[in-house]
């Protein structure tokens, strides 16, 4: 393949594909050309018919629906994340989301896995302590991650821009956004227990599966590449 591998990926993994797809290009001479969005509507384009070489999902039912319709010839899980908290209150991670004069912004459920991972916090609070979860869904406001939520500036990390805009008081999105975050001191992060967390799953979908694309996944894969994932506050291929 000359031209660059047309790469669609989950827009949380644009802090650490940057630095990692640029790393790939000098060591293997690979150009690849990317494009970041939430990775339920990048899936739809690739449905659609738009050219991709490979797809790095924040989920793996995209990859795996994929699969399924003989889209994708792989798939591989290549990282984990969970979720956690940003805010400029006060608190521990259930007394800011039990205080209902706190406005809670999440991400889109069906667009972008962030928001179904975040339903699905609500569905294990709500199994945890009846009318703890169901409370939590009827206030979140959808504000990134859709066909028509705002538009996050470019060089912005959407958590703290939300804040400082006044549009959440709390918002719930990935938990590795907490390195990127900790050099900023008006912004907190606030960590969720592992027992009451979601574990996130990524995935690669191979969907052109030539000898360029293939040595970008043995990349991604292997220690060079999963460490600049863990740089960025992932957690690792292994990690289940």
């Not at 802090?15 to 990692?20: D, G, N, R």
């Not at 039912?61 to 003989?70: C, K, N, T, V, Y």
């Not at 008006?186 to 799953?201: K, T, W, Y």
């Amino acid at each position: 393949m000359t031209s660059p591998l047309p790469l669609l990926a989950a827009g949380s993994l644009r802090l650490a594909f940057t630095p990692l797809l640029n790393h790939f290009t000098q060591v293997t001479g690979i150009e690849v050309a990317v494009q970041y969005g939430p990775a339920g509507l990048l899936r739809e384009r690739i449905e659609a018919g738009e050219p991709c070489a490979l797809f790095a999902s924040a989920n793996r039912e995209h990859p795996q629906r994929l699969l399924a319709q003989g889209k994708a010839a792989t798939a591989h899980t290549f990282c984990w994340n969970q979720l956690s908290l940003t805010t400029q209150k006060n608190g521990d991670w259930l007394e800011l989301l039990s205080n209902p004069l706190l406005r809670i912004g999440t991400s889109t459920p069906g667009c972008d896995p962030s928001g179904d991972y975040t339903w699905a916090l609500f569905d294990k609070l709500e199994q945890l302590q009846q009318g703890r979860g169901e409370p939590l869904r009827s206030r979140a406001i959808q504000l990134v991650g859709g066909r028509d939520t705002v538009t996050i500036p470019a060089g912005e990390l959407a958590s703290a821009w939300i804040l400082r805009q006044d549009l959440a008081d709390v918002f719930i999105g990935y938990a590795h956004y907490g390195k990127a975050l900790s050099g900023q001191p008006d912004i907190r992060s606030v960590a969720i227990p592992p027992e009451h967390n979601i574990q996130c799953e990524y995935q690669l979908a191979v969907l052109d599966d030539c000898q360029e694309v293939i040595a970008l996944v043995e990349f991604i894969l292997a220690s060079e590449g999963q460490a600049f994932l863990a740089a960025a506050g992932f957690l690792p291929a292994t990690f289940q």
